[in-house]
């Protein structure tokens, strides 16, 4: 005769599970994926009125950033100057990296830009907090960055709204005194809830930037970023 037995799992032993096995996750990426910025233990997460960022005071950069920028959001006449008041973020301790920013060569890379934010003066205010940027070279943020940032208002638009999440991965260098973190690649990653599709974008930063397949590791690790920060679950 068979015995009872017990197939549940006590709440509390089950969480400690999942703690565990998330653990176990990022020490598996984290040796996977070497010299990620996400990989540092004093990640702070910064919320403002239109994106929060996850920034690694260590690296003077975020890990992830994340907005939902919606087409009513863009849609406005007049619009906001732009201000170009590039300063610390007051949630964030020792966050005015100017100075090391200052003849690098690198541009001050907007994670969330400037035009998403340009019918709000309170965003566009907010997006220029050194938690919401990170060294591009002049050739990515002015050229192919750029043009996927257009995409990604046009797809607002069309699609009523979109969910934007950016990083990076690989470190090529810093610059400053402060040694600011300089990503090799830069991605954004772009839901789109109405249909329920995802794209994903990756750059080399460099003189000569270029769109570039993301290695499956890579992948991996920002999938796993997204989800335990955001709760999003990527399908690509």
Sequence with gaps: MASNIRTSVPLKRLFKMNKLVNYLLACFLTALCPGNVSHAGDTVKVSHEYYTSFFVQSAHIPCLVTYTLRGADISCNPRVARTNNFRADPGVEGANLKKDYASSGYDKGHNMSAEDNDCSSVGMSECFYFTNMFP?????????????????????????????????????????????????????????????????????????????????????????????FTGYKPDF
């Design 136 to 228: 591009q070279t002049p050739n990515l943020n002015r050229g192919i960055w750029k043009k996927l940032e257009e995409r990604e208002r046009k797809l607002a638009i069309e699609d009523d709204s979109v969910v934007v999440f950016i990083g990076s991965y690989e470190k090529s260098g810093v610059i400053g005194e402060d040694g600011v973190w300089v990503p090799q690649y830069c991605w954004k990653a772009i839901y789109i809830p109405s249909s329920g599709q995802w794209e994903v974008h990756s750059f080399t930063n460099t003189d000569r930037s270029e769109e570039v397949g993301i290695p499956a590791g890579q992948q991996a690790w920002i999938r796993y970023c997204i989800h335990h």
